[in-house]
């Protein structure tokens, strides 16, 4: 019978999985006899203070409204809960995100996973992988108009942009983000109304020109009339773009 030579032994196997359980909660399961603890210490030590690096640069403002101890200890338990099912570094703080949205934390406020979505954000837009052109303006009528492929169009059920440590929201307000890369590489952060929201929603699903765009909102907002909410919409549509959140449709 020829040998399987691409599968480890068995004792490899239960070697490699008995030391990562260690690493994750090195205070619950003990280190293996056959490895010197002054080396594992430091290999230890690289990889959790690695992933609180990630963590400390993602979630600046979160982290400042937890103890140290506290905050640790939430790295400390997605450490050695959490399987993350992406292998890339970045998207750590995403899985992070992930893990607290599966398991609430009673001692944090109902407000706290949507802060550390929204803090998540800006790295996402600031590592998206689509180059974002800079639209001229005016614009003219004729022109096919899309979202900036990095934007954001997001809605919480708290005020996530105000939270620090001199303000912790009382009561839930619904709150409606922008958050997106500029073509010079600059993410940028904004507050829009619920009918913004809609109008990008709207092109988010398909670029269109603005008399289309309006006639969509016109008909998905029924009993509003269409010139109505051009006339009011279109210099919306305008600062849009100014601000390059909007841009106009590569041919």
Not at 54 to 74: A, G, H, I, K, M
Not at 163 to 177: C, G, H, K, M, W
Not at 188 to 213: C, G, R, W
Request: aromatic content about 12%; hydrophobic content about 35%; some cysteine.
């Amino acid at each position: 019978m020829t040998k399987d030579i691409t599968s480890p032994p068995s004792q490899l196997l239960n070697f490699q999985e008995h030391y990562s359980h260690h690493l994750r909660a090195p205070a619950e399961v003990a280190l293996d006899e056959h490895i010197p603890p002054r080396r594992s210490r430091v290999y230890k030590e690289l990889l959790f203070n690695n992933l609180c690096g990630f963590l400390d640069r993602c979630f600046p403002v979160t982290r400042s409204l937890l103890d140290e101890s506290s905050w640790r200890q939430l790295n400390r338990a997605f450490y050695r809960d959490w399987r993350c099912q992406t292998p890339y570094f970045s998207r750590i703080p995403w899985e992070f995100v992930q893990y607290v949205s599966s398991k609430p934390n009673p001692d944090a406020g109902d407000w706290f996973g949507e802060l550390l979505d929204y803090e998540w954000r800006e790295l996402e837009a600031e590592i998206h992988k689509s180059t974002v052109v800079h639209t001229p303006y005016p614009i003219n009528e004729g022109a096919v108009l899309q979202v900036n492929p990095t934007l954001q169009n997001l809605q919480y059920q708290w005020p996530v942009h105000q939270i620090s440590n001199s303000f912790i929201p009382a009561e839930p307000t619904p709150t409606f983000l922008l958050v997106y890369r500029r073509f010079d590489h600059q993410v940028q952060f904004m507050e829009i109304n619920a009918l913004t929201s809609v109008l990008l929603q709207i092109l988010q699903q398909k670029p269109a020109t603005t008399d289309a765009l309006f006639e969509s909102l016109a008909e998905l907002m029924e009993g509003n009339n269409q010139q109505a909410l051009r006339d009011s919409g279109k210099p919306l549509l305008q600062d849009l773009v100014e601000k390059n959140a909007v841009i106009i449709k590569n041919n």
